[in-house]
């Protein structure tokens, strides 16, 4: 009899896994659980569905249970995992529809249960027309919502309320953020969240109001139990048709509390490089486990898509009997916000300070082309690195121009550990349609080491 | 007295290195000769002054010699440097003008003469309309020309000629491109320099023709001595109303001839990772001098503005008594034929195997966002990287998509001799406007080492 997977979580990382390991093993028995109704979605998709640049939300999956019974994966929708026995290598399954509950035996088994909102302590929480964005089911209600709607509040200033902002504000409506810390994206130090504060609301002047060092205590609701007003520890009151809560996610593990599997950060799953957990036979990928953090060497939990499917693909590669290993994350993340890109790589100079670093950094504003070409964009970039060992921790990017470009030639030197002084003077491509002569993070490299040097 | 620097030549390493020096050391004399009458000027743009993207030659000018004045740098235009004289320190310069020499005499010279086309000996290559593009005034001639023009013939299938042919094709005119090997853009692999060929041709489908495998033997003129057809070894015969030569440059080192000073690859000067000549007190930079292959670590010759830029700050930097190293360069190019990028760094496949690399390669052709999102680009990447180290050898991208943003990545990896294992999980930033989750340069990283794996 062939062996058996088990995999339980159908967003990212758990269908990348079944592919992956169906084209690296014709004889394993796969067999995949989740708890929605569908599976193998976009999730980072959905802002562009509710801004409505997606027209369908069908468009965000990208394959069917259908078509993964012709890979001869075996999906079953609609049914949760509520316990794992490690001892005698079975899973138990609540099917969420007729409520029946059974258990399912395995020989591997990968965990990849996501992460769900954290839905925050304050009162009148469970008013009708508070969403949180996670699942197709969300972004539908969202929309169906906004296009009824002329103004919203959204809590919390990461980088789903942006885009959600986005959403909203392309289709007319106005919004409200509010942000319990100093300043929004709260992982960019303040000059950068400034700089990215004043484009927002310089953007759509009016229509945009940002409320920082401001919490929520309580929602106020109508005759028919629909939120209408947000009501804020300093005394405001904000009327709204409709809140979106953007308060952050943890791992999807609770089912595990109890089980003898090894957590990690904000009780995510603890793996090592090849996705192997605690357990020899279990693997964990995706949002559920922690991640190894290559700039601070430390454990931490950045849950994200493209790492799901990295971790997938990695895991099934060592299921199949191949060697992958995943070195781990650097907290890379880039959003938009209409012409403006927003990105940052490693650490911010503020953190690399509290963590112990000598950091110097350097700040460049310039064009993204050669000056004298038209339809140049304007880039800033804050790039930050180590006085002692002239390695770089960090890179912040905002601008109408080619943000990302420069953001990625920084992403192998912090993984190399390349110095500035090699860095500075790296080979990159340059023609009048591209960059300056010397491309602005070369230039940022050049400022710092210069700094450091003198 | 204050120590006396000469800078010879006034392209951009020689004003780049007069430029940063003075920032460092206000107490040194610095003088710059050139035999241009203008200076500090980016002739790369020039494709796109002719284009008439840019209206004005001097818009490409970056400094005049009086903005140096005020930084107490001496500029001396139309006085170019016909000998040296290592032993008494001193450099023989003939006043263009007047025809007079005299010697000035110097503590630390710096050469920064650059290149100059290759004139190629076919009969008739003196008639008028036969045009090099190095120097604005070469390219306002051509400009000139273009206007009351209806065909061309563009001479050599390199970058320049790319270049111009886009102004031309833009500007309305028919054009010829000629190339003696059997593709353009030879440093491509075939099959790529085959995609480039299709889009061209396929862009204004019968504005170009482009004839591979193909000499020209001699030009014919008219009773004016103007260029009027193009005869091919072949025995085409080619009415046209102008030609470009396209068939490369050469150092310009005529002078050093007979000197002490040591030479290189295709004479261009030797100097090390500190831009010292062979003689003490004597550097150079720029397109004059050598350059050291990161992929090969061999010497080589490869003229390039960015590279000029570098080491004249880095020549700089050693004269000012600091220190700075440049490790070396990737052939690392890039071009635009209207909405294509097409770009290249380090090796072909080809190079590869003939440099006794054992290469394996993959090529994607992919989406360069999500491909839900509306107006994704496309990009094709090809992967070169040795089944015996695992690292990266070289990639070459063509698309309207991203490409440069996928090509900026594989630099630092090539530079670090970073594994294909670790560069196929690079944290690179996500979300749906950007890229796909796994990126496309990720992507064929991974399909190189299953190839290698297996």
């Known amino acids: 009899m062939s062996e058996k997977v088990v995999i339980i979580g159908g967003g990212a990382a758990g269908p990348k896994t079944a592919a992956k390991l169906r084209r690296e093993r014709k004889d394993l028995k796969i067999d995949l659980y989740t708890q929605e109704d569908i ?27 259908e078509d993964f019974k012709k890979q001869n994966i075996d999906v079953h929708t609609n049914q949760k995992c509520i316990n794992i026995d490690t001892r005698n290598k079975t899973v138990t399954i609540e099917d969420m529809i007729s409520q029946n509950i059974y258990d399912v035996s395995y020989d591997v088994l990968v965990i990849a249960t996501g ?9 009148n929480i469970d008013l009708k027309n508070i969403f949180t964005l996670r699942t197709i089911q969300d972004g539908v209600k969202i929309k169906e919502k906004m296009l009824q709607s002329k103004k919203a509040v959204l809590i919390g200033g990461g980088y789903i309320s942006i885009e959600v902002m986005e959403a909203l504000v392309h289709n007319g409506l106005h919004v409200t953020l509010i942000e319990k810390n100093k ?22 002047p009016g229509q945009v109001n940002i409320l920082t060092n401001e919490e929520v205590v309580a929602f106020l609701g109508n005759e028919n139990d629909e939120v209408e007003k947000v009501i804020t520890a300093s005394g405001k009151e904000i009327e709204t048709d409709f809140v979106v809560l953007g308060t952050g996610v943890r791992p999807n593990t609770d089912f595990l509390q109890g089980s003898d599997l090894k ?30 953090n290559l700039v601070t060497n430390r454990y931490t939990w950045v849950p994200m898509g493209s790492t799901a499917n990295k971790e997938g693909r990695c895991a099934a590669i060592n299921i199949a009997g191949g060697i992958c290993s995943f070195d781990g994350i650097m907290n890379s993340t880039i959003t938009k916000y209409f012409d ?18 000598q950091p110097e950094y350097a700040i460049v504003t310039k064009r993204d082309k050669a000056g004298y070409m038209p339809n140049t964009g304007t880039i800033t ?15 912040q990017g905002i601008g109408d121009g080619e943000v990302n470009q420069r953001i990625n030639t920084v992403i192998p030197a912090i993984l ?6 090699s860095f500075m003077n790296l080979d990159l491509p340059y023609s009048p349609p591209y960059s300056p002569a010397i491309d602005p993070v070369l230039n940022a490299a050049q400022i710092i080491y210069q700094k450091i040097s003198d």
């Not at 979605?41 to 069917?64: V, W």
């Not at 190399?416 to 002084?421: A, H, R, V």
């Open 340 to 357: 403006y890109t927003i990105s940052m790589i490693g650490i911010s100079y503020k953190e690399a300070l509290e963590l112990g670093f």
């Open 39 to 65: 599976i193998s979605y976009s999730a980072c998709g959905l802002p562009y569905f509710i801004e409505n640049i997606i027209q369908k939300a069908e468009t965000l999956i990208m394959r069917t249970p």
């Open 115 to 123: 992460a769900t909102p954290i839905i925050p302590n304050i009162r």
């Open 263 to 292: 957590l990690s950060v904000n009780n995510s799953i603890k793996v090592g490089h090849t996705m192997r957990t605690s357990k020899i036979g279990i693997f964990a990928v995706g949002d559920c486990t922690d991640n190894f």
């Open 381 to 395: 970039l804050k790039l930050i690195a180590d006085r002692n060992t002239h390695t770089i921790l960090g890179i």
């Open 416 to 421: 190399s550990k390349t110095k500035l002084e």
């Open 183 to 204: 300043h929004i994206l709260s992982m960019f130090d303040e000059d950068f969240a400034q700089t990215i504060t004043d484009h927002i609301l310089g953007h759509t």
